[in-house]
């Protein structure tokens, strides 16, 4: 069965704190995309990698950065927390040349107090 | 740049009722289209998908028809059920291969009561 894991379902931080939030898909897929989903906002994407080691800047990407050493972990950093960070966190994987569908993780909901 | 317009919610249906919910479009070139639902707790899961004019996704009762003169990608449900309540969202992804960080809409929350 297909299955992109998120590390965390719900987490807490205190604002100034690094967060790590880690992504594993193991369905061998070269993209990974991690996106944030805001009431009335949909999900705005923040970064994606097209393979190990490579990464691009999605629409929101300030305050985050990402990290993708191995082809099935895709890592989104908070680098310091701030409040306005609090958001479901959402990571996706898809194949190159595969049938179209994004694979989503269940999703993390993170709250920086 | 491309993005995705869907008619903002939340729908509240009864049991068997018809569904429309719109979804508009602007792109350059041929995007794939694509209707995604999220259930709640859950993460997002394709519910179905278009990939050039004039074709029809389906899947699990719901249908949408990619319409390249309106730019639309309607999703409609006959007779909904109540385990159809959820959130859908429209998106598209600019390339073929649908490769490509997908552009969603806001999304539109249905609950449907017995």
């Known amino acids: 069965d297909v299955k992109v894991t998120q590390s965390s379902r719900y987490l807490v931080k205190r604002t100034g704190e690094k967060v790590f939030l880690e992504c594993v898909q193991d369905m061998d897929h070269e993209n990974m995309f991690w996106y944030r989903q805001d009431p009335g906002l949909g999900l705005r994407l923040i970064y994606f990698?097209?393979?190990?080691?490579?990464?691009e800047k999605g629409d929101i990407p300030e305050g985050y950065s990402v990290s993708r050493e191995k082809k099935e972990r895709f890592s989104l950093i908070l680098e310091s927390a701030s409040t306005n960070q609090t958001s479901m966190y959402l990571c996706?994987?898809?194949?190159?040349?595969?049938?179209?569908?994004?694979?989503f993780g269940p999703g993390t909901r993170l709250t920086v107090t | 740049g491309n993005s995705v317009t869907q008619m903002e919610g939340p729908v509240t249906l009864s049991e068997e009722a018809f569904l429309t919910i719109n979804c508009t479009y602007t792109?350059?070139?041929?995007?794939?289209l694509f209707w995604y639902v999220q259930y709640p707790g859950e993460g997002l899961q394709l519910l179905l998908k278009?990939?050039?004019?004039?074709d029809k996704g389906s899947n699990k009762g719901f249908e949408a028809t990619y319409r390249k003169e309106t730019t639309s990608f309607h999703l409609e449900k006959g007779s909904v059920q109540v385990s159809d309540s959820a959130v859908y969202f429209c998106?598209?992804?600019?390339?073929?291969?649908?490769?490509?960080?997908?552009?969603f809409g806001k999304g539109t929350r249905l609950s449907v009561i017995a």
């Open positions: 792109a350059t070139g041929y995007p794939s």
């Open positions: 278009a990939t050039k004019a004039d």
């Open positions: 996706a994987s898809i194949g190159t040349g595969s049938a179209y569908e994004q694979y």
């Open positions: 990698s097209y393979d190990v080691k490579m990464k």
């Open positions: 998106a598209l992804s600019e390339r073929s291969s649908g490769n490509t960080p997908l552009v």
